[in-house]
C-alpha cells in the first residue's frame, strides 16, 4: 500500500482532537496520511507500508511519581531503540519511580487513542522528551492520535514543541 500525504491542516478529520488543534497552531508543515487502522501498530505498519524502522518514531507515555505526586510526561524515540524508563527518564524526571503509564490512564489524559498517541496536542504541562535520534532526523513518522492514520514530521519539529526537551533517551 501506498501512503498519500497531505497537509494535515487540510485533513484535520483524520486526527484526535487534541492533535487537529495543535496542527493548526503549529503550521510548520506537517503532513498526515490514512492507514488501516489494523496496522497502527508500529511493526505491521512499516512492514505493510514499507516504512523503515529508523523512519518511525514512537511515543511512549511515563508516569514519573515521587512523594505521592504523579506527573505524566512523553518520550519520543526511534521504533529501533528503547526508552531508559528506570535510568535517564526517572533521574530527569526526577522522580523515585517511573513506569509506563497504564493504557487506559494514558488514553483518558491524552484524549487519544492507544496505539495513535502522538505529542503533538498533549497537555500543555507534560515535558516531551525528545531522542537526540529523533530531533535529528529530517522527517519521522508518528502518531497522529488516532490508529486510522500516521504524520510525517521533521525532528526539528517535535524538539521545538513546546515543553519539548532533546535527550539521549534511548538504549
Known sequence: MTL?????TERTDLLAEPVARAVTALDTGVEVAGIDP??????????RYGVALD????????AAKRGGETRYAACM???T??????????SHLDAR????????????????????ITPIGLPADWPVLVDTHVAG????????????????VSGATLAGLKGAEVLALAT
Open 137 to 152: 532526523h529530517s522527517r519521522v513518522v508518528i502518531g497522529s492520535g488516532v490508529r486510522r492514520s500516521k504524520l510525517a
Open 4 to 8: 498519500h500525504w497531505t497537509p494535515a
Open 77 to 79: 524515540v526511534l521504533a
Open 38 to 47: 489494523e496496522l497502527a501498530d508500529t511493526a505491521a505498519f512499516c512492514e
Open 81 to 90: 531503540m528503547r526508552v531508559d524508563v528506570n535510568g535517564v527518564v526517572r
Open 97 to 116: 519511580k517511573a513506569s509506563f503509564a497504564p493504557m487506559a490512564q494514558a488514553v483518558e489524559l491524552t484524549g487519544m487513542e492507544y496505539g495513535g
Open 55 to 62: 523512519e518511525s518514531a514512537n511515543c511512549v507515555v511515563v
